[in-house]
């Protein structure tokens, strides 16, 4: 059985980046990075001639990155990694409307239709892999807001773990054909449901690679919401569930389990605080316990079930349970544990308790809020 031999849990992206550098520097064979938003900013300049000391050791330097995420970076991250010898791919990559005007016959086929189906399917994925021994993941992008050292008290609070163990393959495994997805057009048809065993919520490593290892992986989700018996603890940067994991949340809270939640209090994302309005007020008149984070910005997505703990990339709003890319590691180690237990109680102190009074707002306002929930499977 897949499993992990060794588990460090960061919940600040100083610690994690500052683990991930000194990792690059031992790394001997091979460096992958899947990430959705890579940035040029101090904090990647660093971690780029890391790689770059790397590749000159003669480590094979992969980098796949989101066409959406990180749209901004594409051209100039390009250059640099043509110029460094990195190899880079690019999951859906979006077409830029300079080189469309500039080349508008090659592009006089161009759908819009296509366009908007590339843009809804994102690779949300944060993983680095080195010598395919070791491994990162988490929900910190590779971008300088994660870091004090750039900007201070203002620094996002996150979550990323860094990983050992047999469980490791998979997730190689889901790189590989990552990769190949960027390279030939319907790979993911055969290739992935070939090669990448399904996932469930009971094994070391969740993976949402196909459609059917979505529905799969959603159903074992509320089955392991509806088994727990003494708590779930749910940190989530973008709270947009189905209507049946609300479900399977309030009927767990009526048969004694302690369901509690914590959302951003500031988020970096203020239209997915807005559509979930609704759904929020909703759980508070079934007297759930939702908590705002207030110190900086929430953007963790972790999950306390029992004695289990799962750490990812995973949010619970639409466009991860249909769309994206995800990853989660579950460990259920009893040192884990205690450590995102201990967090878990530091956030609730950086943290408000919502209350009715949040939701006296305008007419004006809740029928913005309404028109924002309409677009929650965009967002």
């Not at 790689?51 to 749209?71: H, N, P, T, W």
């Not at 080189?99 to 908007?116: E, M, N, V």
């Not at 490593?205 to 603890?233: E, F, V």
């Not at 102190?349 to 809740?366: C, G, H, K, L, T």
Request: aromatic share 12%; with cysteine.
């Amino acid at each position: 059985m897949d499993s992990w031999s060794r588990v460090q849990i960061f919940h600040t992206g100083d610690d994690y980046f500052e683990s991930l550098m000194n990792d690059l520097r031992h790394a001997k064979k091979s460096i992958t990075i899947e990430g959705y938003i890579f940035a040029i900013d101090r904090l990647t300049q660093e971690l780029l001639k890391e790689l770059e000391r790397a590749r000159q050791r003669g480590c094979s330097v992969k980098l796949i990155v989101d066409g959406f995420g990180s749209y901004n970076y594409i051209p100039e991250l390009t250059k640099i990694c043509n110029s460094s010898g990195f190899e880079m791919r690019v999951f859906h990559p979006m077409p830029y409307f300079s080189s469309l005007a500039r080349k508008w016959p090659r592009y006089r086929d161009f759908r819009f239709t296509s366009f908007l189906s590339r843009m809804n399917r994102r690779n949300h994925r944060k993983i680095v892999i080195i010598d395919e021994q070791v491994a990162y993941l988490g929900s910190l992008n590779f971008i300088e807001v994660h870091h004090s050292k750039y900007v201070g008290s203002k620094a996002w609070r996150d979550t990323g773990v860094r990983v050992e163990g047999s469980a490791i393959k998979k997730l190689v495994i889901a790189s590989q054909i990552t990769y190949l997805r960027t390279v030939y057009r319907g790979i993911l048809t055969w290739v992935g449901r070939w090669r990448i065993p399904h996932s469930s919520f009971s094994t070391a490593l969740q993976l949402n690679t196909t459609q059917k290892m979505r529905r799969t992986l959603y159903r074992d989700l509320l089955r392991l919401l509806s088994k727990a018996d003494s708590r779930i603890y749910i940190t989530t940067a973008y709270f947009l569930p189905k209507r049946s994991l609300l479900k399977v949340l309030l009927k767990a809270a009526e048969r004694g389990v302690d369901v509690k939640l914590i959302l951003p209090g500031k988020s970096d994302v203020p239209l997915v605080k807005w559509a979930a309005f609704s759904l929020v007020r909703f759980l508070l008149h079934s007297r759930m316990p939702i908590f705002e984070y207030q110190k900086t910005i929430l953007h963790a997505k972790t999950m306390i079930v029992d004695n289990s703990v799962y750490i990812g990339s995973f949010n619970l709003n639409h466009r991860s349970l249909l769309h994206d890319l995800e990853v989660i590691a579950r460990f259920q180690d009893s040192e884990s544990l205690t450590n995102m237990l201990t967090q878990w109680e530091t956030d609730l102190q950086n943290s408000r308790p919502v209350s009715e009074a949040d939701f006296n707002s305008s007419w004006f306002s809740r029928w913005f809020y309404k028109i924002a929930f309409r677009l929650r499977y965009m967002l």
